[in-house]
C-alpha cells in the first residue's frame, strides 16, 4: 500500500478535525496486536461516519470500518489509510420493534430487548463486537442469526453514494455472510422485530445462561479475536467421506444440521495448543486463537494457514475464516 501524501493528510486534518495520527491498533482490537493506522477517527453519530468516508474519499484515501475489534486481524505494518472506529450508540425500542445503530454492542442491545420486556433475541448476548458486524456477517449462536429479527437496514451504498433502506431479503443473509461481503456498503443501523414475552423471568434466565456457557466453552481472560473459522456446511454426504474413516464418531447434531463444526475439526486434526510463535490454538476451543504474548499478526496468518492444512490433509475439508485481515 503506498504512502499517503503530505497533502492528502493535511486535506483530511482540515475535513476530520478529530482524528488522530499513527493510531496503534493493539487496543483497539480483541486480539491486542497489529501495527498502526495512518490516520485514526471514532465516529460517534451516523452523520459523522459518512462525514468520515466521504472525506476519504474525497482526498483519496483508503479507508475501514470497524466496530469493537473482536474478529479483527491488523497487519504488523499497519494499515496506510483511515481507520474508522464506529461508536454511534442510538438505541430505541418502540412496541416490538427495536432500532439499534451500527455501533451498539450487540450483548448490549439483547440485555435492552429483555430489559424491554421483548424476547427473540437473547441469542444475541453471546455475540462480540457491535450490531454493524453482527449484520455484515449475519452473527449467529445459540440457535439464532440476525437474520430472523431484522426487518430493515440503514446504509449507504458506495458505489452511489446513496442512503437506503434495506428489507431483510434484500440483505442476502446466509450462513456468517450477508450482501455487505459481496457489495461495499457503509451500515448506519437497523430495526429489529421481535415479540412480547410471555414470562420475562425465562428471558432473563436464558441471558443468564447463555453468558454461564461462553464461559465454561470459550477462553476467558485471554486476548483472542472469537471465532477463527466457519463451520463446515455441506449438502453431499460424500464431503464426509474422508472425515468418516478417520474419526470414531461425528455427534448428531452436527449431522443433522449438516454443519460441522470447525473448532470440533481442529480438535479432532490433534491441533489443540499448537503454537506458532506467541499466538495458540486454546486448549479450550478449537476455534479460538490466543494471544499467549508477543504475538505478532504474522504470526496468526501462519497459524491460521497451518490449520487449513492439516485439517484439509487429514478429512478433506476446506476451512473458510471468520477473521477479519486489514492491511495485508
Not at 219 to 226: K, L, M, N
Request: aromatic letters at 8%.
Amino acid at each position: 500500500m503506498n504512502p499517503l501524501s503530505s497533502s492528502q493528510i493535511d486535506q483530511l486534518r482540515q475535513l476530520l478535525p478529530t482524528l488522530v495520527e499513527r493510531e496503534s491498533m493493539i487496543k483497539h482490537t480483541s486480539f491486542h496486536m497489529g501495527g498502526e493506522a495512518r490516520m485514526y477517527i471514532v465516529a460517534t453519530t451516523s452523520e459523522m461516519l459518512l462525514e468520515a468516508v466521504r472525506a476519504a474519499q474525497h482526498v483519496g484515501v483508503p479507508w475501514y470500518i470497524f466496530g469493537g475489534g473482536s474478529n479483527l486481524l491488523v497487519a504488523d505494518q499497519g494499515f496506510e489509510g483511515l481507520m474508522i472506529q464506529v461508536a454511534n450508540h442510538q438505541l430505541k425500542i418502540e412496541g416490538m420493534s427495536m432500532y439499534v445503530e451500527s455501533g451498539v454492542v450487540t450483548a448490549l442491545a439483547a440485555r435492552k430487548s429483555v430489559e424491554a420486556g421483548l424476547t427473540g433475541f437473547e441469542w444475541a448476548s453471546g455475540v462480540p463486537g457491535t450490531i454493524g458486524g453482527a449484520l455484515f456477517g449475519n452473527a449467529g449462536c445459540f440457535g439464532g442469526e440476525m437474520r430472523d429479527a431484522v426487518t430493515r437496514v440503514d446504509a449507504l451504498r458506495v458505489a452511489d453514494g446513496q442512503r437506503v433502506a434495506l428489507t431483510n431479503a434484500e440483505c442476502q443473509f446466509g450462513y456468517r455472510g450477508s450482501r455487505f461481503k459481496q457489495e461495499q456498503f457503509v451500515l448506519l443501523g437497523c430495526e429489529l422485530t421481535l415479540k412480547t414475552s410471555d414470562d420475562p423471568a425465562a428471558s432473563r434466565a436464558r441471558l443468564d445462561e447463555i453468558t454461564k456457557r461462553r464461559q465454561e466453552d470459550q477462553p476467558q481472560g485471554q486476548s483472542s479475536a472469537g471465532c477463527v473459522f466457519k463451520n463446515f456446511e455441506y449438502t453431499d454426504e460424500q464431503a464426509l467421506d474422508l472425515l468418516k474413516r478417520h474419526v470414531d464418531e461425528i455427534p448428531a447434531s452436527m449431522l443433522a444440521g449438516h454443519r460441522i463444526g470447525a473448532g470440533w475439526l481442529v480438535e479432532q486434526a490433534d491441533m489443540k495448543g499448537k503454537r506458532v510463535g506467541g499466538i495458540e490454538v486454546s486448549q479450550k476451543h478449537g476455534n479460538f486463537l490466543v494471544n499467549t504474548g508477543g504475538a505478532t499478526a504474522e504470526d496468526v496468518v501462519a497459524l491460521i494457514s497451518y490449520m487449513k492444512m492439516k485439517v484439509r490433509d487429514t478429512f478433506g475439508i476446506e476451512l473458510e475464516e471468520e477473521v477479519q485481515l486489514v492491511g495485508f
